[in-house]
């Protein structure tokens, strides 16, 4: 599937904004720590995951004229309700892009925004490949640094599968968060609190269907 592009319109995961509990998301250019540190390396394989939480802005912001709105009715509303997930400038974002594969599922979480959360489900249709904003001067995610010879950032495609049955809220999944991590239970250590500045993380398998399961319940 060829590069898609939206006037006006860029996923806004990686750059700036706050969520409700105060923690920045994103962390633009920022790179990533070394995964290893000294001269021994215990083990240089990355870890595999197979699901996947992705943040992006469902309310308007402008900058430099631009809106970054892209919420799950936005990707919902597109053909095939599909698009690339640009605008990733977070080097370990990047990376959990380059590891995900065809046919994964990634909840859709909405940030920056009155009330953050997860929204629905999306589905990994194309794997990583170059992100083209970052050669264009007119994109909010320009990179200068960036090269075509050597490109510094990647993007998936991404098709959206369906809306929640309920909407998430981060106050509650951080309530369950805390309960784990009090007790023991699948959230205790979720990115999402722990890792919290990426706009993209990876999940368990435990944590992503304990998530699911809440459709069905009361909010606590």
Not at 33 to 61: D, I, T
Not at 93 to 117: I, T, V, W
Request: proline fraction near 6%.
């Amino acid at each position: 599937m060829p590069p898609k592009t939206r006037a006006g319109v860029s996923k806004r995961a990686a750059n700036t904004g706050k969520e409700d509990d105060g923690e920045t998301v994103g962390g633009k250019r920022k790179a990533a720590a070394p995964v290893e540190s000294g001269k021994k390396q215990v083990n240089s394989e990355a870890p595999r995951y197979s699901h996947w939480l992705m943040k992006s802005e469902p309310e308007s912001r402008f900058e430099s004229g631009i809106d970054g709105k892209f919420g799950i009715e936005d990707l919902k509303a597109l053909p095939d309700q599909t698009d690339c997930w640009d605008g990733v400038r977070n080097y370990q974002a990047r990376n959990f892009m380059r590891q995900m594969k065809d046919g994964q599922l990634a909840f859709f979480y909405h940030s920056n925004c009155k009330e953050p959360g997860i929204a629905g489900i999306m589905k990994i249709v194309k794997e990583a490949y170059v992100d083209h904003t970052q050669f264009d001067k007119k994109d909010i995610h320009f990179d200068a640094n960036s090269k075509p010879d050597n490109p510094k950032w990647s993007m998936v495609d991404v098709q959206y599968q369906r809306m929640l049955k309920r909407f998430f809220p981060l106050s509650e999944l951080k309530k369950y968060h805390l309960q784990h991590r009090a007790k023991g239970g699948p959230l205790k250590d979720m990115a999402l609190f722990t890792s919290a500045r990426l706009s993209v993380q990876p999940l368990t398998p435990e944590e992503f269907d304990f998530i699911l399961s809440l459709e069905d319940k009361e909010p606590l």
